[in-house]
């Protein structure tokens, strides 16, 4: 099986899990200028270099610990996309003081329901949405990094936040 089809599998299913979104976000952010099956497939090498994806610990990585994953060389070394990491981790962090977690935050805009487009072509599903132009400019506010309108449509695609649905 294809190191990314987890990714795949979970494209457009609604999730909850902190960790899961951290993930997500994670590819999105490891996507932009590349394929999502290559940033998708680099799985357990994120999960290996952000604790397993715990933000907490993740928020409180010293610069000793970026250098330690650009040295990795299994990672995609790109050293503004792993600080972006750190930085949208303290982001989730600093959320927690007003949300009971990121999964409340993102689904705070939704009223907690996924939205719905539906498309009678596949290929006039777009790579961004207004819904999701919203929620990059609140992320970007609050600190994220990385979270353009296509990189936060995407994210919100995969976490099933977003939904295409083609209706012939």
Same mark, same amino acid.
């Given at each position: 099986?294809?190191?990314?089809?987890?990714?795949?599998?979970?494209?457009?299913? $609604?999730?909850?899990?902190?960790?899961?979104?951290?993930?997500?976000?994670?590819?999105?952010?490891?996507? @932009?200028?590349?394929?999502?099956?290559?940033?998708?497939?680099?799985?357990?090498?994120?999960?290996? =270099?952000?604790?397993?994806?715990?933000?907490?610990?993740?928020? @409180?990585?010293? &610069?000793?610990?970026?250098?330690?994953?650009?040295?990795? $060389?299994?990672?995609?070394?790109? &050293?503004?996309?792993?600080?972006?990491?750190?930085?949208?981790?303290?982001?989730?962090?600093? #959320? #927690?003081?007003?949300? *009971?977690?990121?999964?409340?935050?993102?689904? *705070?805009?939704?009223?907690?329901? $996924?939205?719905?487009?539906?498309?009678?072509?596949? *290929?006039?599903?777009? =790579?961004?949405?207004?819904? !999701?132009?919203?929620?990059?400019?609140?992320?970007?506010?609050?600190?994220?990094?990385?979270?353009? $309108?296509?990189?936060?449509?995407?994210?919100?695609? @995969? !976490?099933?936040?977003?939904?295409?649905?083609?209706?012939?």
């Amino acid at each position: 099986m294809k190191k990314s089809q987890w990714y795949r599998d979970q494209w457009g299913k $609604p999730t909850h899990d902190d960790r899961m979104l951290f993930l997500l976000l994670t590819v999105g952010v490891f996507q @932009a200028g590349l394929s999502w099956q290559i940033a998708a497939g680099k799985r357990e090498i994120f999960e290996r =270099n952000f604790c397993d994806m715990d933000f907490h610990q993740v928020a @409180a990585f010293f &610069p000793e610990d970026l250098e330690q994953i650009v040295n990795d $060389p299994e990672m995609i070394r790109n &050293p503004r996309k792993i600080r972006a990491i750190v930085a949208n981790a303290r982001a989730i962090v600093t #959320l #927690l003081k007003e949300y *009971d977690s990121f999964a409340e935050y993102l689904w *705070d805009f939704t009223g907690g329901v $996924p939205i719905i487009h539906e498309y009678e072509l596949k *290929d006039e599903v777009p =790579n961004t949405l207004s819904e !999701a132009t919203v929620i990059a400019k609140d992320m970007k506010k609050r600190g994220f990094v990385y979270v353009g $309108p296509i990189v936060t449509c995407m994210f919100l695609k @995969a !976490a099933g936040i977003i939904q295409d649905q083609i209706v012939e």
